[in-house]
């Protein structure tokens, strides 16, 4: 049975820097597509940020670009969200989601493209 489970939402000031982590069992991050989505009241998910298994190259959404990294940390099967530079608009649920690797085709930000999802993390940024 696989589990993502996010941690380290919460409540920041713009400028302000989170860390958010996705624990992850009955999958190996390192052997899967891992991928950051969020979704505000009233719209749709989005991806964030996505990561390929290899890991050599990372994907982001243009509003976050320069300011998240997405990484691995392989030794607690776990995938972070490293968030700089917070902005009101990046107020949002944030969901780890996770796809083996024989349905690894497809964009990075689709959320069809993968199979396993996250309960989520709340992520508030105030002005």
């Known amino acids: 049975q696989v589990q993502l489970v996010e941690s380290g939402g919460g409540s920041v000031q713009a400028g302000g820097s989170l860390r958010l982590s996705c624990a992850a069992s009955g999958v190996t991050v390192s052997n899967a597509c891992m991928g950051w989505f969020r979704q505000a009241p009233g719209k749709e998910r989005e991806g964030v940020a996505g990561i390929p298994i290899g890991g050599g190259v990372t994907y982001y959404a243009g509003s976050v670009s320069g300011r998240f990294t997405i990484s691995r940390d392989n030794a607690k099967n776990t995938l972070l969200l490293q968030m700089n530079s917070l902005k009101p608009e990046d107020s949002a649920m944030y969901y780890c989601?996770?796809?083996?690797?024989?349905?690894?085709?497809?964009?990075?930000?689709?959320?069809?493209?993968?199979?396993?999802w996250g309960q989520g993390t709340q992520v508030t940024v105030s002005s």
């Open positions: 989601a996770a796809t083996p690797p024989w349905t690894c085709g497809g964009h990075w930000a689709l959320p069809t493209k993968y199979v396993y």
